[in-house]
């Protein structure tokens, strides 16, 4: 399957691909921060630089995008074409490059999350697009894990 872009046009766009600040975590933050939460945003000094870190309760939050992190990977994708996102790369452009590519990226989060629990933090996880669509139960699933207090 032939590239729709041009080799400057796909530079240019992957060029664009944010690692922080996306829209996802600025809104994310946003609903924090009404909310009366105060956190740290890319924290270097914890594993993985999560994307949002709420110090005082020893939790990390990180947003992360279906395609780069590999979410449906084996299953359940939304496509009309495919089943997964494993079969969509399958039959992309540079299929070595891209399997190789989010497979490393899903297992760097699972030693991550690993990492930050053995540290006693609390990690969670959300996908970009639940973030976008159903901001209010990521936050309900944050202000939980800090009513729970609970650690890892």
Same mark, same amino acid.
């Given at each position: ?10 530079? *240019? ?5 944010? &690692?922080?600040?996306?829209? #996802?975590? %600025? $809104? !994310?933050? /946003? ?6 939460? *105060? ?5 270097? &000094?914890?594993?993985?630089? #999560?994307? %949002? $870190? !709420?110090? /005082? ?96």
């Amino acid at each position: 399957m032939a590239d729709t872009k041009t080799a400057e046009e796909r530079s *240019r766009n992957m060029a664009a691909i944010r &690692s922080t600040d996306t829209r #996802p975590e %600025i $809104v !994310l933050r /946003k609903a924090l921060w009404s909310r009366g939460f *105060r956190y740290r945003k890319n924290l270097k &000094s914890l594993p993985g630089k #999560p994307d %949002i $870190v !709420l110090t /005082k309760y020893r939790i990390c939050i990180f947003v992360d995008s279906e395609f780069f992190h590999g979410k449906n990977f084996d299953s359940g994708y939304q496509s009309r074409k495919y089943t997964s996102l494993r079969e969509q790369i399958e039959h992309s452009n540079h299929p070595e490059f891209w399997l190789k590519k989010i497979t490393a990226n899903m297992e760097r989060d699972r030693s991550v999350t690993e990492k930050l629990e053995n540290e006693g933090w609390k990690v969670i996880r959300f996908w970009s697009k639940d973030v976008l669509h159903n901001t209010e139960s990521c936050i309900a699933e944050i202000e939980k894990a800090v009513s729970s207090g609970e650690t890892c």
